[in-house]
């Protein structure tokens, strides 16, 4: 269990690195803010794998500058409101944008 937890982070970190890859060749922001943002990014997710009520794998994850957005799709609102709760709470967040949209 501990295996696959660490590997399922693992995942989400690579992917991570790989989706937001290209941020700072377009001069969005530093590579330190960068690096920082992808640490958000990769906090949030994993936070989204820990918690039962938020599908992980429905909800996208952006960060940039600390601002986060949250776009996607969830089954109600409650999952909607826990998946901006834990954005807000990882450590570096500013702000969160819940462009999430419920679906049942």
Do not use: W
Not at 61 to 83: C, I, M, P, R, Y
């Amino acid at each position: 269990m501990k295996h696959a937890r660490a590997l399922a982070f693992a995942a989400l970190a690579g992917l991570t690195v790989l989706t937001t890859g290209c941020a700072v060749t377009r001069n969005q922001e530093t590579v330190g803010a960068y690096v920082d943002d992808t640490a958000i990014t990769t906090a949030v997710k994993a936070k989204f794998v820990d918690d039962t009520t938020v599908s992980a794998s429905a909800i996208s994850v952006e960060t940039l500058n600390g601002t986060v957005q949250l776009s996607g799709f969830a089954k109600s609102a409650t999952e909607k409101a826990q998946a901006e709760r834990l954005a807000r709470d990882a450590k570096g967040v500013r702000e969160v944008r819940n462009n999430i949209v419920v679906r049942p």
